[in-house]
């Protein structure tokens, strides 16, 4: 099992910038890419970007985070991150992040969620 923590969520103005952290413990030598995804109210969860864990850290981004979200690892530090600026009333959202232990399985483990609210 892969136990997940995120934290970095708040509130912020529109065209701010918020960090957000997943750390993760457990089996963590069994993750083969990490990710984040959000859910706003009233929709589905979606996809914003993920990462693979090991070289050569292949990431993929949904077009809604391409040019404001950057995804990034620290591999000793079993943390995910995810750098958001430029930041849209649209992004509010709870995001998650998830890990995937196999290179065609899905996202198996998540985190609780960390809330991400942007003012107009």
């Known amino acids: 099992q892969v136990q997940l923590v995120e934290s970095g969520g708040g509130l912020v103005q529109a065209g701010g910038s918020l960090r957000l952290s997943c750390a993760a413990s457990?089996?963590?030598?069994?993750?083969?890419?990490m990710g984040w995804f959000r859910q706003a109210p009233g929709k589905e969860r979606e996809f914003v970007a993920d990462i693979q864990w090991t070289t050569p850290s292949t990431t993929r981004y949904a077009e809604s985070a391409k040019g404001r979200f950057a995804i990034t690892k620290d591999n000793a530090k079993n943390t995910l991150y995810l750098q958001m600026n430029n930041l849209k009333p649209e992004d509010t959202a709870v995001y998650y992040c998830?890990?995937?232990?196999?290179?065609?399985?899905?996202?198996?483990?998540w985190g609780q969620g960390t809330q991400v609210t942007v003012s107009s």
């Open positions: 998830a890990v995937r232990t196999a290179i065609y399985g899905s996202f198996g483990y």
């Open positions: 457990g089996r963590t030598f069994s993750m083969y890419a």
